[in-house]
């Protein structure tokens, strides 16, 4: 079973892209929404936040409150490279049980936002960048969540420009708006297919 990484710029489509291969009949693993989940039922990664945040950050029932843990760990780079550090091992573990599930699958699909920033593509077999022009993404963006332009300009500093994740990437899916996308993936699909 071939593991294939899905990632591009905020607005760019991954999610859009994503649900294309779900209809294709791919499994998909949403990595960002798993790591939020497992930072709410995973005990050993819960107790591993606690003994590096303490009590403050958890509510009277022991779940973290995300936002307060945003807010300490974007204000303490330590502290966030300390969070990462403990959540990552649980997302790749989580990740390695998920695969051997899905095994009889001839290939799986990794969305995840930030990839290539964090060495997400090692143990993948390919990487799939979906790409817009950045005053494409903005105007998704504002629409899709109400954003206001600062607002996304400060998301977007948080990742890789466009042309580095370009050079990393083995598949390009183009989302701007005039290439259409459904015989993209398609194409890629029966690409993934025909190596398995
Ligand atoms: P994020 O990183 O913020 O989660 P994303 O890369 O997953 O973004 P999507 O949520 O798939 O991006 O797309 C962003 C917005 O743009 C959505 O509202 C989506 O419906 C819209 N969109 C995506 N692709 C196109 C397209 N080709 N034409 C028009 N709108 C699109």
Same mark, same amino acid.
């Given at each position: 079973?071939?593991?294939?990484?899905?990632?591009?710029?905020?607005?760019?489509?991954?999610?859009?892209?994503? /649900?294309?291969?779900? $209809?294709?009949? %791919?499994?998909?693993?949403? @990595?960002?929404?798993? +790591? &939020?989940?497992?930072?709410?039922?995973?005990?050993?990664?819960?107790?591993?936040?606690?003994?590096?945040?303490?009590?403050?950050?958890?509510?009277?029932?022991?779940?973290?409150?995300?936002?307060?843990?945003?807010?300490?760990?974007?204000?303490?780079?330590?502290?966030?490279?300390?969070? /990462?550090?403990?959540? $990552?091992?649980? %997302?790749?573990?989580?990740? @390695?049980?998920?695969? +051997? &599930?899905?095994?009889?699958?001839?290939?799986?699909?990794?969305?995840?936002?930030?990839?290539?920033?964090?060495?997400?593509?090692?143990?993948?077999?390919?990487?799939?960048?979906?790409?817009?022009?950045?005053?494409?993404?903005?105007?998704?963006?504002?629409?899709?969540?109400?954003?206001?332009?600062?607002?996304?300009?400060?998301?977007?500093?948080?990742?890789?420009?466009?042309?580095?994740? &370009?050079?990393?990437?083995?598949?390009?899916?183009?989302?701007?708006?005039?290439?259409?996308?459904?015989?993209?993936?398609?194409?890629?699909?029966?690409?993934?297919?025909?190596?398995?």
């Amino acid at each position: 079973m071939l593991k294939i990484g899905l990632t591009g710029g905020i607005g760019s489509g991954k999610t859009t892209v994503a /649900n294309v291969f779900r $209809h294709l009949g %791919v499994p998909v693993y949403e @990595a960002d929404a798993e +790591a &939020r989940w497992l930072q709410e039922h995973d005990a050993e990664l819960i107790s591993a936040m606690h003994d590096l945040l303490g009590d403050g950050v958890f509510d009277v029932y022991g779940k973290p409150l995300r936002h307060i843990i945003a807010k300490v760990v974007f204000s303490d780079k330590k502290l966030l490279a300390g969070l /990462n550090a403990i959540v $990552h091992p649980a %997302v790749r573990k989580h990740f @390695a049980g998920w695969c +051997a &599930r899905h095994a009889d699958h001839a290939y799986i699909v990794k969305e995840a936002a930030i990839l290539f920033e964090t060495g997400g593509q090692a143990g993948l077999d390919g990487v799939v960048l979906v790409t817009a022009p950045e005053e494409v993404r903005m105007q998704r963006v504002m629409k899709r969540d109400g954003a206001g332009r600062e607002e996304v300009l400060r998301r977007m500093e948080n990742q890789w420009p466009e042309e580095k994740k &370009r050079s990393l990437a083995d598949f390009q899916i183009t989302n701007d708006d005039t290439h259409l996308v459904l015989p993209q993936v398609i194409a890629l699909h029966e690409q993934l297919l025909s190596k398995t």
